[in-house]
């Protein structure tokens, strides 16, 4: 059975990231449909067809451009009385006790060995990792030892982290007008070793030892300087290395009833080391008595440029988020571009929606936000209209749903429900399931197009929703997490 490497997803997501950047392009986040979905008004699932793309552009309300985007993963706090797994490099995906935590501080560390008591029993972690941001592995008195990755900044969280995500990203470079975080993350990411054994996965503990075996490490190295370097805070340390290139290294097996429980390399002072420069490594185990089934061992290495290189890497990330924030009406130059004072139920992401001006034919919108609704301005009107009823032309028998009413104007949107057509020029418009009612304008043109053609553009993601009603006071601060 083939696969999809989570290499080739986070190419993916390179080249979307690349598209959203180039500036022949626009992204925007649209929302829409102030109608019930049903009787008991429950989101149906978007389904993946053009139908289902139809009926998002006929409800939409409005628009927004996309300014902020990130690479994302999981979200996981650290939570005392938690057990987290070593990080592995034979886990697919995440484990269900998760390798890497958030702090109180929104800073990432990822778990390198986990805690055991002597008879090889995962332990809960109990003391939260935090400092150590140099990206050298550190331990905690309760038996963890963890590696700083990156912190997120105040900034990013207010963008990015939400209940189940967190933003990730690669630090290219720094300059003095850096964020801290930005310089501590670009110091973690030289800090970086290629090649690194990150610590000794059992695969079987193996059955019958009566003493503690030894565990012989042996690897093809990128160059020659193969070896082992302590935990010290500089995460340096002196090497270990054995009689020829290949065995660079022996340490010790833990047993307990007969069985291999730990694994690890230690130098005569009892710190822990991490290789360093293995192309590939394997284990032997020798010793310990006569076995009855003897222990399978192997080495956990870390990604191909070293922990620490590429959080999105380390931390598998194969998500994209893009965000926006509607305050109120988004009021531009007199016109209000949200509605407020209706709900929406649809969310989606809109790729080059075209201008409805006549004279911009073909030509992408830019504007940073957009109203998408159709407009009839009303030369009197003899009872109020009310938003979410239903309107019919006298002359016309033209049909539309009501989302916003402005004085004299309607803003208003057409579905397979209602019909599609125009309305005649000064005709009496009345409400079917209501009150409302009144005279189009016969001196002027009284329909106003929308900013924005709901035909044109790429609809790129589609999210069905249960009801949010808007305020002139509301934020509406929506995420849209894309997973490949």
């Known amino acids: 059975m083939a696969i999809l490497t989570t290499k080739q997803k986070k190419l993916a997501i390179e080249q979307l990231i690349a598209d959203f950047d180039s500036s022949t392009n626009a992204y925007y986040i649209g929302i829409g449909r102030s109608e019930d979905w049903n009787d008991s008004d429950v989101a149906p699932t978007a389904q993946s067809h053009l139908y289902e793309e139809e009926d998002f552009r006929d409800g939409l309300q409005s628009v927004k451009k996309v300014i902020d985007r990130t690479f994302i993963v999981p979200r996981y706090n650290w939570s005392s009385g938690a057990i987290y797994s070593a990080y592995d490099d034979k886990q697919i995906g995440y484990p269900t006790q998760t390798y890497y935590v958030m702090n109180d501080n929104n800073q990432i560390y ?173 284990v032997t185990v020798s010793g310990g008595g006569s076995p009855t089934k003897p222990a399978s061992v192997r080495p956990i290495i870390g990604c191909d440029d070293g922990m620490g290189a590429d959080p999105r890497d380390d931390l598998k990330s194969t998500g994209l988020m893009m965000s926006i924030k509607a305050t109120g009406s988004e009021t531009t130059d007199g016109q209000s571009d949200f509605v407020v004072g209706n709900d929406f139920r649809t969310v989606g992401i809109i790729r080059n929606p075209l201008q409805t001006d006549s004279s911009a034919n073909g030509v992408v919108y830019a504007e940073n936000t957009g109203l998408a609704l159709k407009k009839l301005k009303f030369s009197s009107v003899t009872q109020a209209f009310t938003s979410d009823n239903r309107i019919k032309g006298a002359t016309s028998n033209v049909e539309a749903l009501i989302d916003r009413v402005d004085s004299s104007n309607v803003f208003y949107h057409q579905t397979r429900n209602t019909g599609y057509g125009d309305f005649a020029t000064g005709e009496s418009i009345s409400e079917i399931n209501g009150n409302g009612a009144g005279l189009l304008d016969s001196s002027q043109a009284p329909f106003i197009k929308p900013e924005i053609d709901t035909r044109d553009g790429e609809i790129l993601y589609i999210d069905n929703r249960a009801s949010v009603t808007r305020a002139s006071d509301q934020t509406e601060d929506i995420k849209v997490v894309i997973q490949i």
């Open 110 to 282: 990822i778990c390198l060995q986990q805690s055991k008591d002597a008879t090889g029993n995962a332990q809960a972690s109990t003391v939260q990792p935090t400092g150590n941001t140099t990206g050298a592995p550190f331990a905690t008195a309760d038996g963890y030892i963890w590696k700083f990755s990156y912190s997120i900044s105040a900034i990013d969280a207010n963008k990015f982290v939400a209940a189940n995500f967190i933003p990730v990203k690669l630090q290219t470079a720094t300059d003095s007008s850096s964020q801290a975080s930005d310089i501590e993350q670009f110091t973690v990411q030289n800090n970086s070793r290629k090649g690194e054994i990150l610590g000794f996965a059992i695969d079987s503990g193996g059955a019958g030892y009566t003493s503690n075996p030894t565990l012989t490490v042996n690897a093809y190295g990128y160059d020659s300087a193969l070896g082992f370097r302590g935990t010290d805070s500089a995460g340096g340390g002196g090497r270990l290395t054995g009689t020829t290139l290949m065995e660079i290294a022996k340490g010790g097996l833990t047993i307990s009833g007969g069985i291999v429980v730990k694994a690890e390399i230690i130098d005569s002072s009892g710190t822990l080391m991490f290789g360093s420069g293995q192309r590939k490594a394997t």
